[in-house]
């Protein structure tokens, strides 16, 4: 099944020369190192110095083969800026929504930023008193970031604080020719 051996034996700086055995053969035992020497311990085995081994990491098999997939394309693929003006919308709109959460604006001051529906959702969290640890204080804005989904949408991922409490927010925003920036979903959590 599987044809993976560990190593036992280092061989440091061994290199083939004419006189020396054929290529493919193994050193002889009492040239090479063992395993059990301090220094061959801490290089071969990471986690006894306290290093996590970083390829046992990438060849994790416990997860399903399409997170995998989808971890491979996040790290291989070329980061694309977001596109022009969106942050600046992103973050004004977001300090907005928390002044909204906050009950520091009215609900209506987010019509022209957001989609009707989701106008009316956060009206309704807001009135029925279910937003998210709302007793801790007052909402902060600590980081927003954009992730694009084509020219003229990205999502976005925003990091916001409540006493000691950090909170998430995530959400999508696409640009409408007509009226501009508009965010069109939004997940609070």
């Given at each position: 099944m599987n044809d993976f051996?560990?190593?036992?034996?280092?061989?440091?700086?061994?290199?083939?020369s004419s006189g020396s055995p054929a290529a493919g053969s193994t050193p002889d035992r009492e040239s090479a190192a063992p395993a059990s020497t301090p220094s061959?311990?801490?290089?071969?085995?990471?986690?006894?110095?306290g290093r996590v081994d970083r390829p046992s990491l990438r060849a994790n098999r416990s997860a399903?083969?399409?997170?995998r997939r989808a971890q491979r394309a996040a790290h291989t693929a070329q980061r694309r800026p977001a596109?022009?003006?969106?942050?600046?919308?992103?973050?004004?709109?977001?300090?907005?929504?928390?002044?909204?959460?906050?009950r520091r604006r009215p609900v209506a001051q987010l019509a022209t930023l957001c989609a009707p529906a989701?106008?009316?959702?956060?009206?309704?969290?807001?009135?029925?008193?279910?937003v998210p640890s709302r007793t801790l204080g007052a909402a902060a804005l600590t980081s927003v970031r954009l992730l694009p989904a084509g020219e003229r949408a990205a999502e976005l991922v925003a990091m916001y604080q409540r006493g000691p409490?950090?909170?998430?927010?995530?959400g999508r925003i696409e640009l409408d020719t007509r009226k501009g920036w508009t965010v069109t979903a939004l997940r609070l959590m």
């Open positions: 051996q560990p190593i036992l034996y280092r061989v440091p700086g061994f290199e083939p061959a311990t801490r290089s071969e085995n990471p986690a006894a110095c399903p083969a399409g997170i596109p022009p003006g969106s942050q600046e919308f992103a973050t004004t709109t977001l300090r907005i929504l928390l002044e909204v959460l906050d989701l106008v009316r959702a956060i009206g309704t969290l807001v009135a029925g008193d279910h409490r950090r909170l998430a927010i995530a």
